[in-house]
């Protein structure tokens, strides 16, 4: 059978509960010193962590990190894969799996001692890879026409892992600057994005020594041309 309380267990309770009211010392009733004292900063309560590591609002603009300086190549003072590292010999590389939504956002050049040097920027994140070769006369992706480069040896440059614009954001941050950048005895062309590839030809005035690598945030692949 199910216990029940009946109205004697519920009397009793009832007098216990008098009994306790009756004894408890009249100071009780005071509020302590402590309660009503104002709460000194040393008293008051830090910020909590959350389990998942976060913390709260109060100390998120404190504790958050700083992000992680960008990488500048226009002050560069040595070439970008060391002074040891030139070349005239086109290389390849493939594409990281993971390069996602890098679009051709800028082309810029630069004069530096010792070398020449041209960056090419992407939008989005990844790790871009490039082939190269060189040209007698270098044409247009797809339709195969001659580009309008100046120079007497060209390095064509086909990046991959990149991709045309897809939707609106990323055609705002698609390249719209002049084709042609000239720094010092070179004449560097863009010739846009087809399917994966960004292609970009570098006119000199004879066949130079050069390096290709890249930096990132943002994601760039820079050549250095020797002087």
């Known amino acids: 059978m199910p216990y029940r309380r009946t109205s004697h267990h519920r009397t009793g309770r009832l007098a216990a509960a008098l009994a306790l009211l009756i004894a408890a010392p009249l100071a009780a009733c005071t509020p302590s010193d402590q309660e009503s004292s104002p709460q000194s900063a040393s008293q008051a309560p830090s910020a909590s962590v ?6 709260s609002q109060a100390s998120a603009s404190s504790t958050a990190a700083s992000p992680s300086p960008t ?5 560069a003072t ?17 594409a990281a799996p993971t390069s996602e939504g890098l679009v051709f ?23 871009p890879g490039w082939f190269m070769s ?13 580009l309008d480069v100046e120079g007497v040896a060209f390095l ?4 991959t892992g990149t991709s045309m614009p897809l939707d609106d954001e990323q055609t705002s941050q698609y390249y719209s600057g002049p ?11 863009e010739d846009g994005t087809f399917e994966d590839q960004t292609h970009i030809v570098i006119g000199m005035d004879d066949v130079r020594e050069f390096q ?16």
Do not use: M
């Open 212 to 227: 290709v690598g890249t930096l990132t945030d943002p994601v760039r692949v820079v050549i250095d041309v020797k002087k």
């Open 78 to 94: 040595t070439p970008i894969l060391g002074a040891d590292a030139w070349t005239t010999a086109p290389s390849d590389k493939d």
């Open 179 to 189: 084709s042609n950048v000239a720094v010092g005895t070179l004449d560097v062309i």
């Open 105 to 127: 956002h800028d082309l810029r050049a630069g004069d530096h001692e010792g070398f020449y040097r041209v960056v090419v920027e992407f939008s989005g994140s990844g790790d």
């Open 134 to 146: 060189w040209a007698e006369q270098p044409v247009e992706q797809g339709r195969g026409l001659p």
């Open 50 to 55: 959350s389990q998942s590591g976060g913390s």
């Open 71 to 75: 990488q500048d190549e226009s002050d």
């Open 156 to 159: 064509n440059l086909a990046i």
